[in-house]
């Protein structure tokens, strides 16, 4: 079950036809397509390799499990180039068979990571409850959680983490996005705005 959990901690990557232009990603393969703000990245996988070395979890074991298991997110953008000297306002998609989850709506998804979510990330608040909303027209469920981003040099960040998952078929998209909880470094209204560019091919 712990490996169940670490899955939906890493990112999973359907290969396929991918392209982004300046300011908008669209995968034909999986029929996703998502646009940034203006002045935003896209992050490269080794970019997004080196975000997740620079996070602190209060769970050792299974941080090395989380980078061990990791691979390229389907997208993922940032507002800032790296590096940073604060937290930077992101948001990342992954795609994920459902495998023996099959069947489970997303609120239920979600209520299944959350124990783990509340484990390894310190000073854990369930703001929002998982609920059913809407991304790009389909069936989805959302939570949110503040918690204290820890980094290497001891120094933390309070942190809202967002977290969206919109089942399609056999599959089903996990958005993440982070901003901090006082959003001097990044609106969620930035978020929110890219939430609403994503389109997703019944």
């Known amino acids: 079950m ?3 959990k670490l899955i939906f901690l890493v990112i999973f990557l359907l290969t396929g036809i991918a392209y982004a232009d300046e300011n908008i990603f669209k995968s034909i393969t999986v029929g996703f397509e998502v646009t940034k703000p203006k002045g935003w990245s896209f992050v490269t996988a080794q970019e997004n390799l080196d975000n997740l070395k620079r996070t602190k979890l209060s769970d050792d074991e299974f941080h090395q499990l989380m980078l061990k298991y990791a691979t390229a997110p389907l997208v993922a953008m940032m507002k800032y180039p790296e590096p940073y000297d604060d937290l930077n ?3 990342k998609v992954n795609i994920k068979p459902f495998g ?12 299944l990571i959350l124990p783990q979510f509340q484990k390894v990330f310190k000073d854990f608040q369930l703001v929002q409850a998982p609920i059913d909303v809407k991304v790009a027209g389909l069936k989805a469920a959302y939570v949110r959680i503040n918690y204290s981003l820890q980094i290497p040099d001891g120094r933390t960040f309070p942190t809202t983490s967002e977290l969206w998952i919109v089942p399609r078929g056999d599959y089903f998209f996990m958005i993440g996005a982070g901003t901090r909880q006082d959003e001097k ?12 560019s994503i389109k997703i091919e019944n």
């Open 100 to 111: 023996q989850l099959k069947g489970r709506d997303g609120k239920e998804v979600i209520s």
């Open 89 to 91: 306002p992101s948001l």
């Open 185 to 196: 470094t990044g609106s969620r209204k930035e978020i929110e705005q890219i939430m609403k």
């Open 2 to 4: 712990k490996y169940i």
